[in-house]
C-alpha cells in the first residue's frame, strides 16, 4: 500500500503539471502532496493507509477497488462537472504534531490551476477507521432511515465521493448543481 500511494502522489504532482521539487513529502511514508493544494491545509498530510486500523488495511488491500493513481484517502474526478480535475482529502497532523487530529476536505479545481475548498470537516481527532471509495456518476444515491434528514433518493450526475466508517457508516457527498455547491447524503448507519 505504501507504494501505491506514493504513485498516486505522484501521479497528482504530474497531472497538475507540478515539478517535484513543488510536491511536499511527509516523512518517509511515501506521501506527496501538490504545493497547490498543500498549502490550503498548513500543517496536515495525506492520511496513510498504513496508520489505518489492521483489519480495515486487510480489507482494502484485499478487495482494491481503486483506480490507478488513487487511493482510499485520496480521489481525483471531476466532482462539479467544469472538466477540471477535483480532489477528495483525508488530511492529519503529521504524528508527534499536538494537538491531533483530521480534515476531510473536497478541493475543487478551477482554471488557470487554482483551487477552491468547497467542502472541510475538521475532527479533533485521527480517524484511522474512514476511507473513500468512489460513487459513480448517474448512481442513485439512497438516503438512510436512520437519520431524520429530510433527504431525498437522488441520482448523481457526477462522480460522488463516498466516506465510509469503517463497520459504521458511510456518506456520499456530491455536486449539487442546482445549489451550486458540495452536498451530502447519508447512506448507512
Known sequence: M?????????????????????CTTAHDRNTVLPESVATLFPGHVLMDVAE???????????????????????????????????????????PG????GEIMAVVLGLDGGRYEIAHSESHDYVLDYAYFYVVNAET?????????????DTRISNPGIGLAYFEKSSVVYFWDGTLGRI???WTSD
Open 97 to 100: 504534531v499536538e494537538p491531533q
Open 2 to 22: 505504501h507504494r501505491r500511494s506514493g504513485i498516486a502522489a505522484a501521479v497528482l504532482c504530474s497531472i497538475l503539471l507540478l515539478p517535484n521539487s513543488a
Open 140 to 152: 442513485l444515491v439512497r438516503p438512510t432511515q436512520a437519520y431524520d434528514s429530510g433527504k431525498e
Open 183 to 185: 452536498d451530502e447524503i
Open 52 to 94: 489505518f486500523d489492521p483489519l480495515l488495511q486487510q480489507v482494502l488491500a484485499s478487495n482494491d477497488p481503486y483506480p490507478a493513481g488513487q487511493s482510499p484517502t485520496w480521489l481525483q474526478a471531476d466532482f462539479d462537472g467544469n472538466g477540471v480535475a477535483d480532489h477528495a482529502l483525508l488530511l492529519r497532523t503529521p
